[in-house]
């Protein structure tokens, strides 16, 4: 036998009224319906939980302890089931690095002056789908391919690629760097979250080796110690600004598309609203 959330109703109302008559009536059932929805739950508890012995049915001392989490559970279930409660809560917005680049604060500032009612909370995972996978956040900001199945994406803007450098090194103080530059020494690679492959140089003519990192702070110290270059884009330069790193533009790579990713299933309520605004901002709609 299961107990179901009805079982849970009727002792509440049976606590409330005192009465297995009039809790059948409050709840439109037969007084017989109630009386063995009730016992059927003390028998799953293992103990009495409303008091027989009385004119008027009282609770045992178990019957009020119950009564208590009883009532959690089921206003729990109510608040679950409340679109309005749906729409209080708050939308995660992910991201693995520069978010939605020189849109973001736009974004943030347009959305909680024309959505109070939802705040917007932006989340930073170092994850190929800034937690979108896992199910850690609503929407997630993303940036090159994404191969992952069952998420929905929608392509907003690209954005250039960029060569990040160290600052005392001779490629900063070049006004422009190539791919040829940059394979003369060892490039960083982020194996986590990273945009960049050796793919992105011609067969032939790639980089003398790589260093492996799993996050952009560990990419950005690494290049600011001299322990090779990286390539990233435009907005890395904006955002994350290190006082050991360069960036110089690398007009030989081909742009990174940014995009919105979702999960159409289990979507927030206040979802479109974010993809319209996303939309709005990039392409200046």
Request: proline content about 14%.
């Given at each position: 036998m299961s107990i179901e959330l009805r079982h849970l109703r009727c002792f509440l109302a049976i606590a409330e009224e005192s009465s297995v008559t009039r809790a059948a009536r409050r709840l439109h059932l037969t007084q017989p319906a109630v009386s063995r929805s009730l016992a059927a739950l003390e028998k799953y508890v293992g103990t009495r939980l409303v008091d027989r012995s009385t004119h008027h049915l009282a609770l045992t001392t178990e019957g009020r302890v119950f009564r208590d989490k009883a009532a959690a559970a089921v206003a729990a279930f109510d608040d679950a089931l409340d679109p309005s409660g749906l729409r209080r809560r708050p939308l995660r917005l992910g991201h693995a690095w520069s978010a939605l680049g020189p849109?973001?604060?736009?974004?943030?500032?347009?959305?909680?002056?024309?959505h109070p009612e939802t705040p917007l909370e932006l989340l930073r995972i170092d994850d190929r789908t800034a937690g979108l996978a896992r199910g850690e956040v609503d929407a997630a900001v993303l940036r090159?391919?994404?191969e992952v199945a069952g998420l929905v994406t929608e392509p907003l803007f690209t954005e250039a690629r960029v060569a990040a450098v160290t600052s005392d090194g001779p490629l900063a103080a070049l006004p422009r760097v190539t791919l040829a530059d940059l394979a003369s020494g060892p490039v960083l690679v982020n194996e986590v979250s990273g945009v960049t492959t050796l793919d992105l140089w011609p067969e032939g003519a790639r980089p003398v080796g790589t260093v492996t990192v799993t996050n952009t702070d560990d990419w950005l110290a690494a290049i600011a110690a001299g322990r090779g270059a990286g390539v990233s884009v435009a907005s890395t330069a904006e955002l994350h600004p290190?006082?050991?790193?360069?960036f110089r533009p690398l007009p030989d790579a081909p742009p990174v598309p940014?995009?919105?990713a979702?999960?159409?299933?289990?979507?927030h309520p206040a979802l479109p609203h974010l993809i319209a605004l996303a939309r709005e901002l990039t392409r200046g709609v």
């Open positions: 849109y973001t604060t736009p974004l943030l500032r347009r959305w909680e002056r024309e090159g391919p994404v290190h006082p050991g790193v360069t940014v995009l919105l979702h999960r159409p299933a289990l979507a």
